[in-house]
T-cell receptor, first 114, second 113 residues
Framework: AQKITQTQPGMFVQEKEAVTLDCTYDTSDPSYGLFWYKQPSSGEMIFLIY??????QNATEGRYSLNFQKARKSANLVISASQLGDSAMYFC???????????FGAGTQVVVTP | DTAVSQTPKYLVTQMGNDKSIKCEQN?????MYWYKQDSKKFLKIMFSYNNKELIINETVPNRFSPKSPDKAHLNLHINSLELGDSAVYFC????????????FGPGTRLLVL
């Protein structure tokens, strides 16, 4: 089974700055998918971005980009030009089987300050 | 239009009671899931159904029983509630099994007193 590690329990970032959230994974399966979700204080889980293990390009979605380094088994999320509304818990997750068993990391709490 | 909806949003109940949480998705997805988020925010899959068929059944007490009347609905029934069942329960859905993005409902906060 895949293991996801998010080493940053929490971080502060100033508005308009970029922030990188770390995520490493551990799998021997050549085919896997990596996901990032945002959980604001209201509690819902919002899908942000996806990276497939065979994708050649790093995924981007608006201000979100995924820095995928396959050899290092890392899939860091970069949020550019942080906004106050980006304050939330961010989860890295992975799928490495055909059953859809999404494995989550422990999450990183981001606080954006004015 | 809400894509994945859950009812109720909050559930406060006494130990020993039986309760149900309902989930509906209007995305036309074939696969639905239940996840549990504990007090430390850790998320873990409990069950998944693909086209009304049980696919994933993690190590969950058999007091928890999912039911899928059709592929747009997945309900979770919990018997004999215990204090440790207090958590946020999320329903999710995806187009199919496997390497598909899962979209989550708003969560149901269950508090067992």
């Amino acid at each position: 089974a895949q293991k996801i590690t998010q080493t940053q329990p929490g971080m502060f970032v100033q508005e308009k700055e970029a922030v990188t959230l770390d995520c490493t994974y551990d799998t021997s399966d050549p085919s896997y998918g990596l996901f990032w979700y945002k959980q604001p204080s209201s509690g819902e889980m919002i899908f942000l971005i996806y990276q497939g293990s065979y994708d050649q390009q790093n995924a981007t979605e608006g201000r979100y980009s995924l820095n995928f380094q396959k050899a290092r088994k890392s899939a860091n999320l970069v949020i550019s030009a942080s906004q106050l509304g980006d304050s939330a818990m961010y989860f890295c997750a992975s799928l490495d089987d055909s059953w859809g068993k999404l494995q989550f990391g422990a999450g990183t709490q981001v606080v954006v300050t004015p | 239009d809400t894509a994945v909806s859950q009812t109720p949003k909050y559930l406060v109940t006494q130990m020993g009671n039986d309760k149900s949480i309902k989930c509906e998705q209007n995305l036309g997805h074939d696969t639905m899931y239940w996840y549990k988020q504990d007090s430390k925010k850790f998320l873990k899959i409990m069950f998944s159904y693909n086209n009304k068929e049980l696919i994933i059944n993690e190590t969950v007490p058999n007091r928890f029983s999912p039911k899928s009347p059709d592929k747009a609905h997945l309900n979770l029934h919990i018997n004999s509630l215990e204090l440790g069942d207090s958590a946020v329960y999320f329903c999710a859905s995806s187009l199919g099994q496997g390497m598909e993005t899962q979209y989550f409902g708003p969560g149901t906060r269950l508090l067992v007193l």
